[in-house]
């Protein structure tokens, strides 16, 4: 069965300072994978997602995601982070097609002005 | 265009009781989801329509559970009788029924679910 691991519950960073989320896998094969994003009162939001090809990924409001076969990982990044972008960050997989998703636990991030 | 909407956005009752929770889907998503979040735990998949078929109801935890989505449109997932465990928040997701590639899920705000 495949599973996702967020090893952080919660990251604190200073806003303007550089962030990455951590997020490993375990899946037979290369699963689709997704970073969302949930905001206080809101639904989950797409960030971006890898499906095969170039392992950089860029997603909206600025992140970007690396997917790294040989570590099992595909850690979020974000250059240069805003006090907006505190929220809940969850990382997930999918085994193709339509079925449903396997999330991890996600991580909380806290901005400190 | 209007998003996935969720109802309640919140629901306390007691042990015992039945609660029904709602989805209304983006119109013409066919594809239809149900996750749920444990205080602590992460989002869970409890199953999968197309149209008004259950495509994979593998994660719905016990026959407590009843989810319906009469006509292919919006959805409900029934908790009778409910128990401590079930408290939690409920997300509902919908996607258009496109062939080929991913078709990505579009989430509800959930309904946060207490049962005392």
């Known amino acids: 069965a495949q599973s996702v691991t967020q090893p952080d519950i919660h990251i604190t960073v200073s806003e303007g300072a550089s962030l990455e989320l951590r997020c490993n896998y375990s899946y037979g094969a290369t699963p689709y994978l997704f970073w969302y994003v949930q905001s206080p009162g809101q639904g989950l939001q797409l960030l971006l997602k890898?499906?095969?090809?170039?392992?950089l990924v860029q997603g909206i409001k600025g992140f970007e995601a690396e997917f790294k076969r040989s570590q099992s990982s595909f850690n979020l990044r974000k250059p240069s982070v805003h006090w907006s972008d505190a929220a809940e960050y969850f990382c997930a997989v999918e085994r193709g097609g339509a079925d449903g998703l396997t999330f991890g636990k996600g991580t909380h991030l806290i901005i400190q002005p | 265009e209007a998003g996935v909407t969720q109802f309640p956005s919140h629901s306390v009752i007691e042990k015992g009781q039945t609660v029904t929770l709602r989805c209304d889907p983006i119109?013409?998503?066919?594809?239809l989801y149900w996750y749920r979040r444990v205080m602590g735990k992460e989002i869970k998949f409890l199953l999968h329509f197309v149209k008004e078929s259950k495509q994979d109801e593998s994660g719905m935890p016990n026959n407590r559970f009843l989810a319906e989505r009469t006509g292919g449109t919006y959805s409900t997932l029934k908790v009778q009788p409910a128990e401590l465990e079930d408290s939690g928040v409920y997300f509902c997701?919908?996607?258009?029924?496109?062939?080929?590639?991913?078709?990505?899920?579009?989430f509800g705000p959930g309904t946060r679910l207490t049962v005392l």
């Open positions: 997701a919908s996607s258009p029924l496109l062939a080929g590639g991913y078709n990505e899920q579009f």
């Open positions: 119109s013409g998503h066919d594809n």
């Open positions: 890898y499906f095969s090809g170039d392992t």
